[in-house]
Each structure stands twice: as structure tokens, then as C-alpha cells.
């Protein structure tokens, strides 16, 4: 069966091109996704700072809900300090070591800008946590007192001098103090990976809130070193210590996930990445190969109805189909599955690129993607092969050969049917933008815009065929000749005009949803931004890990200024109840002082007061307040971001989620659960008059680490869900929008490509039907201008098609997020991606047609 498979591929090679063309695509890109889901489950950052540490303890930062992938947590959970002298006398153990992290941001000598650092929030640390180093370099000797400090050789200073440090809003110089910067003596430099700014262990534990405050006795995680050869069984006995804790420990590799909470998040992005890709994929790819191998065994009818004249059962037919097509999938699987390894690892310097994932976490290559690859493919094309096949397998041997040299007339009524329910299923769920202000509102209508095309494709050949009857019966007498046989061959081959029409009209959805829809969702995020945000301005400190404390009075003190509020954000995982059980989602949550920082933001609050947002106390968007009961007054069940559990009262419902995020937490209520306790920025309202502004100038100007820019800035949780940054949706564009414009691109590419080799496939195979028109006096230019009209015809029915299909998620979508019946976006995207699909049509067709008509036609008929 194989060799026979095998000689008919190599007889009908140029219709197999397409289904090569289309598994190399589709091998790429699920080979490209799976490494991104294998490093989100198996990739580990170098332990950096911690190399030195042969065991780790540290808190577990991620949620993990049952039944479900675990939920990471960005904000550093804490661990009990008292654990590091119990845990120092665990045989084996010959240090033990309690590590905190905090903001310590050198000043450069002159110039007074901040140095960069790995980790701003978490830069300072003690001097017993040199210990933990790998294989430190030290020159100097330790601070001591409130005085000194230790620098890393990086930073370019000599033991000795003197240099500015600025330490978050904790104390900072040995007066207590509170200053932008103080002086300290260098007493040593430290060479080493990762190695930060150490101060004396009691300075330390001072500038880190851990001798007082909601973290008072607790340390960030604890490294111990052993001796030569026993960091197993101590890790053994530590984990027999610590059973029934929430700690965990670690060793080897996964030292790593401990150096900052922000690893498990960047990991736990890569899976939720690789699984919203997956599916859209998947579809995309089944949808183009089914099609691909639907052109190519509708190509080789001839042959397989023959073969059922002389005998041949249908289940042979079918498995020669399958073979055949198995055979090709694999050849072109290989080069597909190498280029997929480049694609996820240029991806992921794009992500890297756009700070969506740290630079040190490393892609996962292993020989599993590609088997998960290979059986996919495989399967897909097993049954789209198989599926082509079926019609010509179970006809009569006669009545199959008789239908060899046409196609079917009547449509399929089953497939037909299943396109139209199709069709009105994605049309209902188009509806959802009007009901959910939300990403999952506008995540439906670029999903159902995709199934609408299933559906098109689906019912395509029943549609084309009535169109083309309609423009028959239409067609005035004195039609040129080309134009009526254009018309004719696109009513009786209703089927492989499909075929090309549907993948074309795929790709102007495919384009318009996705892309409309992301800047739709911006440009609602951004609206909201603007209504909401009263201030001006916003101060923020990206270097420093936070705004300094003795930020805040002073710019209250400058004149002009009516009002300056601290803004952080975070993510906290919300526990509801959906149809009795209860479900975990993650949720972008601002943190605001008392009152909901009146003075600088309007949330659009339409039932409860912000007044009341302190102590234990939350409010919630209006978009997801009713389905998850959190109505004023209410009670939510809540993890923060370090994994603390909570139970929160509703004080209020605002309207505008979609640019602040669904959750507001109250200043009390977050106290003690962010890893950095400094206000990620300060949104500054003035008079606005001049000297107003010149004097927030300056004062940035004056205070090292400090960023000036306009409102809007820091002012938005709601594109950053997840990420806990706290960059706001106001003037930058969310790295999602980037990801999901990157997969449209490729997606796009992947779907020109196949559409491409399908029209020319479908071309080819039409050599007969060239050959005879030119017997019966039909002149090459008349072929040429029959194709060309047939070409526009596809083109004018796969755009019209697409933009009906796109038209109806799409208006309810701009009505939904911006109260108009259309969405926000490029103009010129449709006309590009009509012109760019009415080429690719234009081409495919005349290329082929051209070659076909330099063979003369009694050759072309005998080797057909």
C-alpha cells in the first residue's frame, strides 16, 4: 500500500505541493508553540545570586487551585525568620543564611543618575548574604555600622569612597534620617554574579521593614551551604522539617525560580501564551491542510475511481488516501519542525524585547515538541485525507469513474447545514461585547469571527454555486465569451471555487477581527484612562524600585499642586462560585489610599463610596461585579499577590474596569503583601498654570531616579493584568497588543502562503479544461482573460464574504467598548488586506495559466 501510495504522490507531485506547503507551515508553528509550553513548564533562570547556596528555602509563589494550573504570585511571599537557626543545625548544614531584598539604587558620581540594576525592588541586601554568592570576589572588608556599604565591581566604585545611595522609603542614613539619597563609605566591592548593594546585616534588616512593620521576623527566603557532598540528604531533612508548611525547597536548577517572584509569573505567562495559541492554531492549521488535501485528492479522483473499476474496497481507498498523504506530511514536517525551534526562539527575544519575559529565562529544547508535532500532523492529516476520500471510496466503481472528470453537483446538504448552524452560533456569541466590558468580551468576537468563516467554508459551496447561478441568469446576452465561461465554470465547479474562496475570505476576517479587536480594546482602555484620570501628571521611579517615601510631602508642598496620590498595582486571585463550584481567576487590582484617591482619579463610581476603601474593604468593576455577587456590601474571597488569603467587604462599583482593572484594593488591606512597600508612582494634579509645572520639574530634576511624564502614565491597571507593574494603559501600549499583532502576522503569512499554493494547485490540475478550450477555437488570450475574471470574481466574493462575516463581531464589539457601531483601528488595514489577497489571487491564477497554455493541447490532453 505504501509503495503504491508512494508512485502516485510522485506522479501527481504538483498537487501535493500545497498539502507540503501547508504541514510545514502548521509543523512550524505548533513545534514553535510547544517549546514556548515546555519552557513555561521545564525552563529554569540561572540562580544568579544564589549560586553560592547549595539548598534554598523559600515560600511557594504560585496559587494552585484544584483542578487547575497553578496561578503565580508576583509579590515576594515571605518566610519565618526563626527558621534559619533551626534550620542551621540540621546536620550537614555548615551556614545558613536569611536573605532580604530591598530597593538600594547607587547614584553615579557627577552626572546623579541612577546606575541600572538587575532587580531595582530588591537590590540591597545584608552582608551575610555575600555567602550565598557564587565564588565572590571580595575586596575590603564588611560595613560596618549605618555608615558603610558594599558595592558590586560593576558599579565602577573603589573601596574607600564615598557614594550616594538612594534606599526606597525606609531611613537611609545613619541619622534615620528621611533623605532622596545619603553618603555612604565603600568598605568593600564584591565581584560576583547578581551580587547587589550589602549593607551591615542590622542596617539591613532596618531599611527592609524587618524590624517593625506588617514583615517584622520574616526574611525573603533562606540559602544554606553544605558540606562537600551532603546536599541531598540535607535537603532531605529540611523538607522532612518543614512538611505541612507552605515552603519549599530547592535545589540544583531550580534555585533559580527563588531569585525573584517575577520568574514562576514569566513561566506561568509562556503556558497561558502557548495555550490561547494553541487552539486559534490548531484551527487555523486543520482548517488550511484539510483544504490542502481536499484540492489534491479531488486532483487524483481518476485515478482512485479506476482503482475502485478494478476491485478496490473503500477502506483501501481510503487508507491509500491516508498513506499518500502520510507520506508527504512527514517529508515536510522535518524542515517545518527545524524552523519552528528558530520561530519560538525569535519569539522569544521579541517577548524578551518587550519585557513580557526576563532576558535570563531560557527556552527548554527537547526532542518533545517535536514528537507532539509529528502526532498532531499526523492525525490531522490521517483524517482530512480520509475525510476528502470518503465520497469517491463509497460510490459505485462506475458511477464513480463517470464522476471522476466533474465534481459533484449538488452540495453536500449536510455540510451545508452545519456551516449555516455555524454561522448563527458565532453570530450569537458575537453578541457577548454588548453584555462584558471585558478581554473575555472581546476575546469572543475575534473567536467568533473565525467560526463564522469554519462556517462560510463549510457552507461555501452551496453559496457560490447560488451566487453563480444568480449571475448566469443575470448575465445580459451580449456577455463577451470569457466573461460568460467564467461565470458558467464558477456555477458547475462550485466546489473548487470554494475551496479557493474560502481560505481567502478566512484571512480578511482572520486580519480585521484580530487586529480591530486588540485596537479596539486599546482604545476603550485608553478612553476609560482619560475620563478617569484628573491629574496631570505622573511621578514615578523605575530605577528605585519605587517612589520614595519623602516624595510625597514635598510634592504636596510644591505651589500649585491640588493633589498627589500614591498608585500601586498588583494582582490578586479571586475565589467565586460559577454553578456551585468554585472558581480562581487572576485579576489586575489597583492599590489605593483612603477615599480612592478622589483627588486625582474618577473611577465612575455607580453605587457605594470610596470613602469607606479602608481596612479590609474592596471595590469592583461593574463589568464582573453582578455574575460574581460582589455587589456594595458584599463579601469576596481574595489571594494577594504574596499568597495571603483575605476576605474583603464591597464598598463600592465603578464603571470604568476596562481601563483600572476589575479590583480595587484599599492601602490597609495590601499592607505587608507587596514585595516592595513603596508606591510604584504618584499621580500629581495641579492648578495648571507654569509654575506648577516647572516646580514638579525640578523637583524630578533635583531627586535622582525620579521620572516626570504626563497623566495617564501610572493611572491604568487594566492592560496589565498579571504583570503587577503598574504601568498603566494610558499612554503605553500593553506587551499583549505586541504578541497578539506578532501571531497575526505569522498566522497571516502562514495562510497567504497555503492560499497561494492551493490556487495554484487548483490551476494545474485545470490543464485538460485549458487544453480543450483551445481545441474548439478558443484563443490563448480569451483563456487568459477567463481566468482574470475568474481570479476578480474570487477576489470579489472571498473580500465580500469576509467583510460580512467580520462586519457583524465586529459593530457589536465598537458598540460594546466604545458606544459606537464600529470599532477602532487603521483605516488602511482593509484596503491593504483586500489589495494584498486580491494579488495573491491574481497571481496564483495567471502564473500557472500562463505555463499551462505554453504546452500545446493534444500533449496536454495525453498526459492527462
Known amino acids: 500500500m505504501l509503495h503504491l501510495a508512494l508512485r502516485m504522490a510522485a506522479h501527481k507531485l504538483t498537487a501535493l ?61 515571605t518566610v519565618p525568620a526563626g527558621l534559619v537557626g533551626r534550620l542551621a543545625e540540621v546536620d550537614g548544614v555548615t551556614a545558613a543564611v536569611g536573605d532580604v531584598g530591598f530597593p538600594a539604587a547607587l547614584v553615579g558620581p ?24 557564587p565564588k565572590p570576589r571580595i575586596e575590603g572588608h564588611p560595613p560596618s555600622g549605618a555608615g558603610e556599604v558594599a558595592v558590586p565591581a560593576s558599579a565602577g566604585f573603589r573601596v574607600g569612597e564615598r557614594v550616594r545611595v538612594v534606599t526606597g522609603d525606609r531611613p537611609s542614613a545613619a541619622s534615620g534620617a528621611r533623605k532622596p539619597s545619603s553618603s ?63 515552603l519549599k525547597v530547592l535545589t540544583g536548577p531550580d534555585r533559580g525560580t527563588a531569585v525573584a517572584p517575577g520568574v514562576s509569573a514569566a513561566r506561568s505567562m509562556l ?6 495559541l494553541a487552539g486559534i492554531l490548531l484551527m487555523v492549521i486543520g482548517f488550511v491542510t484539510a483544504g490542502a488535501l481536499s484540492a489534491s485528492i479531488a486532483g487524483q479522483r481518476r ?70 508535532t509529528l502526532v498532531l500532523m499526523l492525525a490531522v492529516v490521517q483524517v482530512s485525507a480520509r475525510c476528502a476520500a470518503w465520497r469517491t471510496s463509497r460510490l459505485p466503481a462506475t458511477e464513480a469513474v463517470a464522476e471522476s472528470r466533474s465534481e459533484p453537483r449538488t452540495p453536500s446538504r449536510a455540510r451545508t447545514l452545519t456551516g449555516l448552524l455555524l454561522i448563527a452560533v458565532a453570530t450569537a456569541s458575537a453578541v457577548t461585547p454588548l453584555f462584558a466590558r471585558t478581554m473575555l468580551g472581546a476575546t469572543s468576537a475575534s473567536i467568533a469571527g473565525i467560526v463564522a468563516a469554519i462556517g462560510l467554508a463549510l457552507s461555501g459551496p452551496a453559496l457560490v454555486k447560488s451566487a453563480g447561478g444568480a449571475a448566469l441568469r443575470r448575465m445580459r446576452p451580449g456577455a463577451s465569451a470569457p466573461s460568460r465561461l ?29 487586529t480591530l479587536t486588540q485596537t479596539t480594546v486599546l482604545a476603550a482602555t485608553r478612553q476609560d ?55 480562581s481567576e487572576p485579576a489586575s487590582a489597583m492599590i489605593l489610599p483612603p477615599g480612592g484617591a478622589a483627588g486625582v482619579l474618577d473611577l465612575g463610581v455607580r453605587d457605594g463610596d470610596l470613602a469607606r476603601l479602608k481596612g479590609a474593604t474592596v471595590a469592583v468593576s461593574s463589568a464582573v461585579a453582578a455574575a460574581r455577587d460582589a455587589e456594595p456590601g458584599g463579601r469576596v474571597r481574595l489571594i494577594l499577590g504574596d499568597g495571603a488569603r483575605v476576605t474583603a467587604r464591597v464598598v463600592a462599583v465603578y464603571d470604568r474596569g476596562l481601563g483600572f482593572g476589575p479590583l480595587v484594593l484599599s492601602r490597609d488591606l495590601a499592607a505587608g503583601h507587596t514585595t516592595v512597600a513603596a508606591a510604584q508612582s504618584v499621580l500629581v494634579r495641579t492648578d495648571g498654570s507654569a509654575t506648577a509645572g516647572d516646580a514638579l520639574a525640578a523637583l524630578a530634576g533635583e531627586r535622582s531616579g525620579l521620572v516626570l511624564s504626563g497623566a495617564g502614565a501610572g493611572a491604568g491597571a487594566g492592560a496589565d493584568a498579571g504583570t503587577g507593574s503598574g504601568s498603566g494603559a494610558g499612554q503605553q501600549t500593553p506587551p499583549e497588543v505586541w504578541i497578539n499583532l506578532a501571531v ?80 477602532a483601528g487603521p483605516v488602511w488595514l482593509l484596503p491593504v488586506a483586500v489589495a494584498v489577497l486580491t494579488a495573491t489571487s491574481f497571481v496564483a491564477l495567471e502564473l500557472p495559466t500562463r505555463r499551462a497554455l505554453r504546452t500545446p493541447p493534444a500533449e496536454a490532453l495525453r498526459a492527462a
Open 303 to 372: 485515478d482512485l475511481a479506476l482503482m475502485r473499476a478494478v476491485g478496490a474496497t473503500p477502506r483501501q481507498i481510503r487508507r491509500l488516501a491516508a498513506f499518500q498523504a502520510s507520506a508527504i506530511a512527514v517529508a515536510a514536517a522535518v524542515p517545518g519542525i527545524v524552523l519552528g525551534y528558530l520561530l519560538a526562539g525569535r519569539f522569544s527575544q521579541v517577548l524578551a524585547d518587550r519585557a513580557v519575559l526576563p532576558r535570563e529565562l531560557p527556552l527548554t529544547v527537547s526532542p518533545l515538541p517535536t514528537l507532539a
Open 110 to 133: 557627577g552626572d546623579g543618575r541612577v546606575l541600572p540594576a538587575e532587580d531595582p525592588g530588591a537590590s540591597g541586601h545584608g552582608w551575610s548574604s555575600t555567602a550565598l554568592l
Open 486 to 514: 467564467a461565470v458558467a465554470g464558477l456555477r458547475a465547479h462550485a466546489l473548487r471555487f470554494s475551496g479557493v474562496i474560502s481560505p481567502l475570505a478566512m484571512g480578511i476576517v482572520f486580519v480585521l477581527t484580530y
Open 529 to 583: 484612562v482619560r475620563a478617569g484620570t484628573l491629574a496631570q501628571y505622573t511621578l514615578s521611579a523605575p530605577r528605585l524600585g519605587g517612589v520614595p517615601a519623602g516624595t510625597l510631602p514635598a510634592l504636596r508642598r510644591l505651589p500649585g499642586v491640588k493633589a498627589a496620590e500614591p498608585v500601586t498595582s498588583t494582582t490578586a486571585v479571586w475565589q467565586y462560585q460559577v454553578f456551585g463550584e468554585t472558581t
Open 17 to 77: 505541493i500545497a498539502v507540503a506547503c501547508a504541514v510545514l507551515g502548521g509543523a512550524a508553528l505548533l513545534t514553535g508553540t510547544g517549546v514556548l509550553a515546555e519552557s513555561g513548564l521545564r525552563s529554569h533562570v540561572p540562580p544568579g545570586r544564589l549560586g553560592g547556596a547549595d539548598v534554598v528555602v523559600a515560600a511557594d509563589q504560585e496559587f494552585h487551585p484544584a483542578g487547575d494550573l497553578p496561578i503565580a504570585l508576583p509579590e515576594r511571599a
Open 184 to 246: 555612604y563609605l565603600v568598605s568593600a566591592v564584591v565581584d560576583a554574579p547578581g551580587a547587589g548593594v550589602y549593607f551591615a546585616d542590622g542596617t539591613a534588616r532596618r531599611l527592609s521593614g524587618r524590624a517593625g512593620g506588617p514583615r517584622a521576623g520574616t526574611v525573603d527566603l533562606i540559602g544554606l551551604r553544605t558540606a562537600p557532598g551532603a546536599a541531598d540528604s540535607v535537603a532531605a531533612a529540611v523538607r522532612e522539617q518543614l512538611a505541612g508548611t507552605k
Open 271 to 276: 503556558l497561558l501564551l502557548a495555550g490561547s
Open 744 to 823: 497575526i502576522v505569522v498566522l497571516l503569512a502562514y495562510l497567504l502562503l497555503s492560499i497561494a499554493n492551493k490556487l495554484v494547485t487548483a490551476t494545474v490540475q485545470r490543464r485538460t479544461e485549458i487544453a480543450a478550450l483551445r481545441l474548439v477555437g478558443t484563443t490563448p488570450g480569451q483563456v487568459r482573460a477567463m481566468m482574470r475574471r475568474e481570479a476578480a470574481m474570487v477576489a470579489a466574493m472571498a473580500c465580500g464574504a469576509g467583510l460580512v462575516v467580520s462586519a457583524v463581531p465586529l459593530v457589536l464589539l465598537g458598540q460594546g467598548f466604545l458606544g459606537r457601531p464600529w470599532p
